[in-house]
């Protein structure tokens, strides 16, 4: 079956603009999970949801990042004012059990 | 921050050789998992492995976990040119979080 999407695959904004990032989680999986991942390190947690209940959000790093799911399906990271340091991969993940993650959107901010 | 760190960071081995990845973390788990991450297929989970189990086997992979010694190897058996990655491990300490660690790179030479 499909795996879980995301859009864009890769992004370029100018600093200071604001991005969304969207996740297609597998049909079905109630858990998901954003992740960041900076070249050569591995990814590093930002929030989690069960369904549409944002129930951890302590990796955020600023309060410029929100996450929403609000149906309990797609799901959005948005990144406000981005920074030069907000460049890096963002994984989305959904689960059952073990987590399926998806190709990433590759974000860099000149 | 990243409660898992891998030992070695980079890994060159021929073809048909074992290659070992150790990976350490700093508090009481509930499990251990192995990732791969490469280019084709993005990340990818192989094993996990709970804090009341020693050694779990998968295919040619074989994971251990020392929960006194907060520490945990894999194991690939002979080696194939498709086992370059990244490897890393990511532990879950009850609530929501995955924490990975930074990755061992793998490169298998044929």
């Known amino acids: 079956g499909a795996g879980v999407s995301q859009s864009p695959r890769y992004k370029v904004a100018k600093r200071g603009q604001d991005v969304a990032l969207r996740c297609d989680p597998i049909?079905?999986?109630?858990?998901l999970f954003w992740y960041q991942q900076a070249l050569g390190q591995g990814p590093e947690f930002l929030t989690y949801?069960?369904?549409?209940?944002?129930?951890?959000k302590s990796g955020l790093p600023s309060d410029r990042f929100f996450a929403e799911r609000p149906e309990g399906s797609v799901s959005t990271l948005k990144i406000q004012r981005t920074q030069q340091e907000d460049s890096a991969v963002y994984l989305c993940?959904?689960?059952?059990?073990?987590?399926?993650f998806g190709p990433g959107t590759r974000l860099t901010v000149t | 921050s990243q409660q898992g760190e891998e030992d070695p960071q980079a890994l060159s081995i021929q073809e048909g050789e074992n290659a070992t990845m150790n990976c350490s973390y700093k508090?009481?788990?509930?499990?251990l998992q192995w990732y791969r991450q490469n280019s084709g297929r993005g990340l990818v989970h192989l094993i996990l492995?709970?804090?009341?189990?020693r050694e779990k086997h998968s295919g040619r992979l074989r994971v251990t976990l020392d929960t006194s010694k907060k520490s945990s190897s894999l194991l690939i058996t002979a080696s194939r040119a498709a086992d370059t990655a990244s490897y890393f491990c990511?532990?879950?300490?009850?609530?929501?979080?995955?924490?990975f660690g930074a990755g061992t790179r793998l490169f298998v030479k044929a």
């Open positions: 049909s079905g999986h109630v858990s």
């Open positions: 993940a959904s689960s059952r059990d073990e987590q399926y």
């Open positions: 492995i709970r804090s009341n189990e």
């Open positions: 508090t009481s788990i509930n499990n």
């Open positions: 990511a532990t879950e300490t009850g609530g929501f979080k995955t924490i």
């Open positions: 949801f069960q369904n549409e209940a944002q129930l951890d």
